[in-house]
């Protein structure tokens, strides 16, 4: 479709990097050099971004430069038109929606694996047999930093184990 307002550009860009990760580096330089009045011309969108929220951040991006956005392949994305803007605006209360979706299912899987018995978080530094090495050294008076340099471990995991294992045992 032909839209008289979408002029050739002067600049490619073009990534190799999936349209999942918004932080490509063809698309970062993109944005970067983006100036007022300028337009941005993709040939679909789900090549830009696969998520509403990221697609919407990164429109909002370009409309914050003062620069347009359009697709070949949906025309209605013209951000020179009344329409274009008002279905973006539409588009970002999708984003906002997804964005909620995304908390709402991540916090229940959570709760989830929690009510199941599963360990949340990233795994421990050290082991069983070497937390009970360092509340040992620990009470035998050894500075936290000589037990951390030790295990290789910061001094405030030390004092974290050291600290938890005295309020257990009181």
């Not at 007022?36 to 370009?62: C, H, M, P, W, Y």
């Not at 025309?75 to 605006?89: C, F």
């Not at 916090?107 to 047999?129: C, D, M, N, Y």
């Amino acid at each position: 479709m032909y839209n008289p307002s979408v002029r050739f550009p002067r600049r490619i860009y073009r990534e190799k990097a999936s349209g999942a990760d918004a932080n490509r580096a063809e698309l970062q330089k993109l944005i970067g050099n983006l100036k007022e009045g300028q337009s941005i011309v993709v040939t679909r969108l789900d090549r830009l971004a696969r998520s509403t929220f990221d697609l919407f951040a990164i429109v909002k991006n370009i409309t914050e430069k003062k620069a347009q956005f359009y697709s070949l392949a949906e025309p209605w994305t013209d951000t020179t038109t009344s329409t274009g803007r008002l279905m973006l605006a539409v588009l970002g209360g999708l984003a906002d929606v997804e964005r909620d979706l995304i908390r709402t299912r991540t916090s229940e899987g959570r709760a989830r694996a929690i009510a199941q018995g599963k360990k949340t978080g990233r795994p421990s530094l050290v082991t069983p047999s070497q937390r009970l090495e360092i509340i040992k050294k620990r009470k035998n008076g050894e500075k936290l930093e000589q037990i951390a340099k030790a295990f290789g471990i910061n001094s405030g995991t030390v004092s974290r184990i050291a600290s938890q294992a005295l309020k257990h045992n009181s």
